[in-house]
Nanobody, 120 residues
Framework: VQLQASGGGLVQAGGSLRLSCAASGSIFSINNMGWYRQAPGKQRELVAVISSGARKNYADSVKGRFTIFRDNAKNTVYLQMNSLKPEDTAVYYC???????????????WGQGTLVTVSS
């Protein structure tokens, strides 16, 4: 199983970016999918998470600016980021709790990270 993240880049403050993360491999089911970020010198933090039933939770710092959504047919989660601020600069990682074909438990999988840089 692999999680492939894409969509990062350099954007000016106030701009927008959309991140994508596609899960591939022998996947039986996916429960929660989410985005985390890690800024230089800081710990990794939750940005947003969406359940298989589309229940969403956001970090307070991104509420009203970021939207998480998923396409279950494509095993893909997205993060639409609007009104970006310099403090949003970080490496963004996607995460999925999923069960592989033949497994009896869910496991945690991480994407490789994609860099988002917001200039002031």
């Amino acid at each position: 199983v692999q999680l492939q993240a894409s969509g990062g880049g350099l954007v000016q403050a106030g701009g927008s970016l959309r991140l994508s993360c596609a899960a591939s491999g022998s996947i039986f089911s996916i429960n929660n999918m989410g985005w985390y970020r890690q800024a230089p010198g800081k710990q990794r933090e939750l940005v947003a998470v969406i359940s298989s039933g589309a229940r969403k939770n956001y970090a307070d710092s991104v509420k009203g600016r970021f939207t998480i959504f998923r396409d279950n047919a494509k095993n893909t989660v997205y993060l639409q980021m609007n009104s970006l601020k310099p403090e949003d600069t970080a490496v963004y990682y996607c995460n999925a709790d999923l069960m592989r074909v033949g497994d009896v438990h869910e496991y945690d999988y991480w994407g490789q990270g994609t860099l988002v840089t917001v200039s002031s």
